[in-house]
């Protein structure tokens, strides 16, 4: 069975840190390049910080310098470690394979809150 299972959110203060998990079960993802998204309230689910099939890592412009994704591939992990968090970074974050569409197999998510 497909599952990814996201975790580590929470609510905190600007300025803060937190680390995202994201646990591939069933290892259905090791082959693919994997992805953090992440949609506010309202709003479409955007990529947030990917690892391409080159080998690189790709992050959006508002969280450069602020996250670090990492991945231990025997494991079957993915990590988002966000600092110095903003109150738009606030959204539900979702991991999955990049790139992923609507249509593709989405776990729960992981609910952030930052208060200012």
């Known amino acids: 069975q497909v599952q990814l299972v996201e975790s580590g959110g929470g609510s905190v203060q600007a300025g803060e840190s937190l680390n995202l998990s994201c646990v591939d079960s069933?290892?259905?993802?090791?082959?693919?390049?994997m992805a953090w998204y992440r949609q506010p309230p309202g709003k479409q689910r955007d990529l947030v910080a990917a690892?391409?099939?080159?080998?690189?890592?790709i992050y959006d412009e508002s969280v450069k310098g602020r996250f670090i994704l990492s991945r231990d591939k025997a494991k079957g992990t993915l990590t988002l470690h966000m600092n110095n968090l903003k109150p738009e970074d606030a959204a539900v974050y979702y991991c999955?394979?990049?790139?992923?569409?609507?249509?593709?197999?989405w776990g729960q998510g992981t609910q952030v809150t930052v208060s200012s």
């Open positions: 999955n394979k990049n790139p992923a569409y609507k249509y593709d197999d």
């Open positions: 069933g290892g259905f993802y090791s082959g693919n390049a």
């Open positions: 690892l391409t099939s080159f080998g690189g890592t």
